[in-house]
Antibody, heavy 119, light 107 residues
């Protein structure tokens, strides 16, 4: 199992960024996928999740209305479109694989990609 | 939102000792409680799910117990590689998935 995030970087407040996660080593469309973030020196925060067929999608209240999760099962890829970014969105963003098709149980993690929101 | 409280914040132990970490939920999460280990500079790793089920490849010295609102992660005999931060997480309250603040196990 391998998860590799990309798309992180430094961006000004109010701007957008799109994260991608390339998955391999498992049958991607059998599993839910999630994004979890970790601000510098802080704990873990679940951001968003999407079921195997995109039928169930959820967001943390802190990002609802600003972030959009999506997946392309044909490309074994997960995405996170982040709009109207704020300083408090600064964090390491991890792509995670769920243990089942809909569960929010993170049994594999990518190495993460850093996002810094600063002027 | 279900709030998870972990105690203690820091646990100072020596290799070979037993570690007992606590996670308390503000309301019942049934058995939908998981534990993760995170070492510095690394992504977290799933240790225990559904309160007491060890994830694939996790050594038997790690065990979980509890249900409802009170949960425990026990490391029976600490190995040098076990010194890390441990987080609990509940998944019963979709989409308000929450983690605890973590317990650091250090030497």
């Amino acid at each position: 199992v391998q998860l590799v995030e990309s798309g992180g970087g430094m961006v000004q407040p109010g701007r957008s960024l799109r994260l991608s996660c390339a998955a391999s080593g498992f049958t991607f469309d059998d599993y839910a996928m999630h994004w979890v973030r970790q601000a510098p020196g802080k704990g873990l925060e679940w951001v968003s999740g999407i079921s195997w067929n995109s039928g169930t999608i959820g967001y943390a209240d802190t990002v609802k209305g600003r972030f959009t999760i999506s997946r392309d099962n044909a490309k074994n890829s997960l995405y996170l479109q982040m709009n109207s970014l704020r300083a408090e969105d600064t964090a390491f963003y991890y792509c995670t694989k769920s243990r089942g098709p809909v569960a929010a149980l993170f049994d594999r993690w990518g190495p993460g990609t850093p996002v810094t929101v600063s002027s | 939102e279900i709030v998870l409280t972990q105690s203690p914040a820091t646990l100072s132990l020596s290799p070979g000792e037993r570690a007992t970490l606590s996670c308390r939920a503000s309301q019942s999460v049934s058995s939908y409680l998981a534990w993760y280990q995170q070492k510095p500079g690394q992504a977290p790793r799933l240790l225990i799910y559904d309160a007491s089920q060890r994830a694939t490849g996790i050594p038997a010295r790690f065990s979980g117990s509890g249900s409802g609102t009170d949960f425990t992660l026990t490391i029976s005999s600490l190995e040098p590689e076990d010194f890390a931060v441990y987080y609990c997480q509940q998944r019963i309250d979709w989409p308000a998935i929450t983690f605890g603040p973590g317990t650091k196990v250090d030497v």
